[in-house]
């Protein structure tokens, strides 16, 4: 084992992304452009660009840029005006969203287990949103001081979950072969594709775990808490 990816909504941050956080992030950003804006026309545009990087099959392309493209083909805003307005939030508001999560006792304990085992920790969140957001989300769960290898995020990544070229595509950055890593998440459709490739998979069994109807069902190597997986990886 020379990696371990972790999923960080739902998995080593408590919170319901779609049935919380998600509508709580909407209704502030909205609140944040009433008056430059259509609030409801703001928020589509905002699905549909997230939709695109999610089904974007372009590798030239960043999931920023694909947002970029559509955000602003659709609307024909000025890209100059609103990404400096989209930075102001993340600094300003997005922090404010963080009684709608709540830390992990072992999340920590678990991304420190690997790296003390020599391997690579890598935060495989799904990266539809840029980094700012992330750093935020890190500090609410108390491991933003965790020595990450990479952490994925809509500037740095070509793919989204569960496409498996976001998983090929971290695994080329830090080196690595599917056989020698594992994924760690919640969600049995967007983390445990990564089998698909070879890789090992680890099911959060917490009350955040997603099982959607997937045409695919996969099924992972290991299941448990958090406290499981220290447990496991530690007889690695």
Not at 34 to 45: E, M, N, P, S, V
Not at 151 to 161: F, G, L, P, Q
């Amino acid at each position: 084992m020379k990696a371990v990816l972790f999923d960080m909504d739902g998995t080593l941050l408590g919170v319901d992304m779609y049935q919380v956080f998600l509508p709580g992030y909407m209704k502030r950003l909205g609140d944040f452009v009433a008056g430059r804006a259509d609030t409801q026309y703001f928020i589509k545009q905002i699905l549909a660009a997230t939709d695109a990087m999610v089904t974007n099959e372009d590798p030239s392309m960043t999931n920023a840029e694909v947002f970029s493209r559509h955000f602003f083909g659709a609307t024909g805003w000025k890209a100059e005006e609103w990404m400096p307005l989209f930075d102001q939030f993340y600094q300003e508001e997005f922090g404010k969203l963080q009684p709608l999560t709540k830390k992990e006792p072992y999340a920590a304990a678990a991304v420190n287990a690997v790296i003390d085992k020599g391997c690579d920790a890598v935060l495989a969140t799904n990266p539809v949103f840029p980094l700012a957001a992330m750093q935020h989300r890190m500090r609410w769960g108390d491991f933003d001081k965790v020595p990450f290898r990479l952490i994925t995020s809509y500037e740095n990544m070509h793919a989204c979950k569960p496409n498996p070229q976001y998983y090929l595509e971290i695994l080329a950055k830090i080196g690595c072969q599917p056989g020698e890593a594992m994924m760690v998440g919640n969600d049995v459709e967007e983390d445990l594709v990564a089998s698909s490739l070879g890789m090992k998979t680890f099911l959060v069994i917490n009350e955040y775990t997603i099982q959607r109807h997937a045409t695919r069902k996969f099924e992972p190597d290991y299941q448990g808490t958090l406290q499981d997986f220290v447990a496991l990886i530690k007889q690695f």
